[in-house]
């Protein structure tokens, strides 16, 4: 993260670990539609634990990503978790802030960010800062958020309560729960050339009913993270909480459950 001192999951260590199997479960979404092929380095910034780090270096060997985040906590994460690519010196960590890099102008081949826009106070500075750093003609690979699309059938009132309780809070915090419909134009006013906007869907449905499973019960655990966020801003009756499990277990139990998420996706361009 970086600028995220209101960051609505917390920093603990189950946290960490959450969003390693985060980033395993969703690569196949989050990395559809990014080429890094033929790229040097790779800047990453809000890098957090390094979860999608150790992917990215997965897929494409020949990367150096030089990783950012303004978290002690989740740097001590990462070089555990990238201990091994640390000392080959194929990742490097540094300690910034998302909005000040302290790289040259136009030092990284290509930019990734990931889950993080939603999190700051200025995704615009965010992405100006990977504009410069990045060079030009360079691309910038972004996925953020888009909550207002959460659909679960057969209907749950109370999940719906707590997930706008969990959107609220955010938005307390200086978060925005809907930042990916805002990719296109974040873009555009820091300079970048847009390729392409797409919304892209997470889907469960009868067609597939251990994927549909899969997926209900990751975003019941990304739900429960925010529980001691939500908790401490006071945005959700305590009372209520184990109703919301409950639903849950109605929703996956449902044979014509439903689980439909949509996340957004950038590519961009520096300008030349």
């Known amino acids: ?12 260590d189950e946290e960490a670990q959450r969003l390693i199997d985060q980033a395993e479960f969703l690569a196949p979404f989050v990395f559809d539609g990014v080429e890094l092929d033929g790229v040097g380095t790779l800047l990453e910034v809000g890098m957090g634990v390094g979860a999608e780090t150790r992917l990215l270096r997965r897929r ?6 030089v990783g950012c985040d303004i978290s002690d906590g989740q740097l001590a994460h990462a070089r555990r978790i990238l201990a091994a ?5 194929a990742v490097e960590l540094i300690r910034a802030s998302a909005t000040a890099v302290p790289l040259p102008d136009d030092s990284a081949d290509a930019g990734f960010v990931c889950w993080l826009l939603e999190h700051v106070s200025d995704p615009a500075a965010v992405l100006r800062e990977c504009a410069r750093v990045v060079e030009p003609g360079g691309r910038i690979f972004v996925t953020e958020v888009y909550n207002h699309s959460l659909t679960v059938e057969p209907a749950q009132p109370i999940l719906d309560r707590f997930w706008a309780a969990i959107n609220s809070t955010q938005r307390l915090g200086g978060g925005h729960p809907n930042i990916g419909a805002r990719l296109g134009e974040l873009a555009a006013g820091a300079g970048l050339e ?7 869907p997470v889907l469960g449905d009868a067609r597939d009913p251990a994927g549909r499973t899969a997926k209900l019960r990751y975003f019941r655990t990304l739900m429960m993270s925010a529980v001691p ?4 801003a006071h945005m959700f009756d305590e009372r ?10 109605a929703a996956e139990a449902a044979p014509d459950a ?12 520096v300008a030349r």
Not at 258 to 269: D, G, I, P, S, V
């Open 85 to 89: 690519d640390v000392a080959a010196g």
């Open 240 to 249: 209520d909480l184990a109703s919301v499990w409950t639903a849950w277990d």
């Open 60 to 65: 494409w060997p020949q990367l150096r990503v």
């Open 229 to 232: 966020q939500v908790r401490a």
């Open 1 to 12: 993260m970086s600028d995220a001192s209101g960051y609505i999951h917390g920093y603990t």
């Open 258 to 269: 439903l689980f439909c998420y949509t996340m957004c996706k950038l590519e961009a361009r």
């Open 194 to 200: 847009i390729v392409s906007h797409r919304f892209v």
